[in-house]
């Protein structure tokens, strides 16, 4: 009995080395009788040769064959299935979002191929037909994402797959409430600051998506700067330690100081007309100089007389403001 398990074992390994080999070997188109005649055959249940992309849709399998092995749907999309049985069959197509927008649908062939085996042969018979997949819509458009306050705004739709006289294919929501059903919107002004969401939903036949971004209103920059006391009114003696702080308004982004002429040397080196002070210097050792220029804290010592000129100039969507203190 041990022995004779052995060799059934080993003929079902066979079995399935051979039925593998097989669901390899069978490509579509097939026609083969050593085993008899096979027919393949099938249709799509909906009656209708167009399907929507991530929907799934059913197949009908009307072949005629008596003892069939197996049967394979190949499914024009990488993908085959082998089953036993004539029972329908589902099936999904999925667009990948990286080629989703590259056209508005996609034709696979279904190949459904019925196999009968006989020994170490078999019958084959293939029947393909064209399925057309509609692509879902998907929701993208442009915008300049922060802007001066009292602008008005632009937004350009670069959605894909819709069809532009469908008075439901777009809706435009803005945080005020107001909606538009246009392609592209009409400019929308924003006359404070702040930031505001705007959504775009999108919709076919097989579908709807939607995007949500957000658009940044900026208000007016004023570069500004505190000065110790010693310096304010812009005349201080050799040796006197100045000290400058960022005080702009919040609008104030993208702040940098300009230093004057330090007898052409790196800011932060030691020369005879001023010098930063040591724990600002030290910065050099973790921060480019570049970066030293964007503090909001400036310390120096006066070394010798003459007319140096700091400047803190500010930038935003607005425009430029600047800061003088010579």
């Known amino acids: 009995m041990k022995i004779s398990g052995i060799k059934i074992s080993f003929v079902g390994v066979i079995l399935f080395v051979l039925k593998t080999q097989l669901f390899a070997q069978v490509q579509c188109p097939c026609i083969e009788n050593e085993c008899g005649v096979v027919v393949s055959s099938f249709k799509l249940v909906s009656d209708s040769t167009i399907v929507c992309d991530g929907t799934p849709f059913e197949v009908q399998n009307n072949s005629t064959v008596s003892n069939v092995s197996y049967f394979i749907w190949d499914w024009g999309d990488g993908t085959r299935d082998s089953v036993t049985t004539m029972a329908n069959q589902m099936h999904t197509y999925n667009i990948s979002d990286q080629i989703v927008c590259n056209r508005k649908k996609t034709v696979f062939e279904i190949c459904l191929l019925v196999v009968k085996n006989c020994g170490s042969t078999y019958s084959c018979h293939s029947n393909s037909s064209p399925v057309t997949v509609i692509h879902r819509p998907k929701a993208r458009f442009n915008f300049v ?16 797959n819709l069809d532009s006289n469908d008075p439901d294919a777009y809706l435009w929501t803005f945080h005020d ?54 310096a304010r009114d812009s005349v201080v003696c050799v040796g006197d330690v100045v000290t400058l702080i960022d005080t702009s308004n919040i609008w104030s982004i993208n702040n940098r100081w300009t230093f004057p002429l330090n007898n052409n040397q790196n800011v932060l080196r030691d020369t005879s007309n001023w010098i930063m002070a040591q724990h600002i210097r030290n910065k050099e050792k973790v921060l480019p100089i570049d970066t030293i220029n964007r503090l909001d804290t400036l310390i120096f010592t006066v070394k010798t007389p003459g007319t140096y000129t700091f400047r803190l100039t500010s930038t935003n969507a607005c425009g430029t403001s600047t800061w003088i203190f010579h």
Do not use: M
Request: proline share 9%.
């Open 177 to 230: 409430g107001t909606t538009s059903t246009e392609v592209n919107p009409p400019p929308k002004p924003y006359t404070a600051p702040g930031i505001f969401p705007v959504r775009l939903r999108v919709e076919n036949n097989c579908g709807n998506h939607d995007t949500l971004q957000f658009i940044q209103v900026v208000d007016f920059t004023d570069a500004k700067v505190n000065i110790s006391g010693s």
């Open 145 to 160: 994402n922060t802007v001066c306050k009292n602008t008005n705004v632009n937004f350009t739709n670069n959605s894909c």
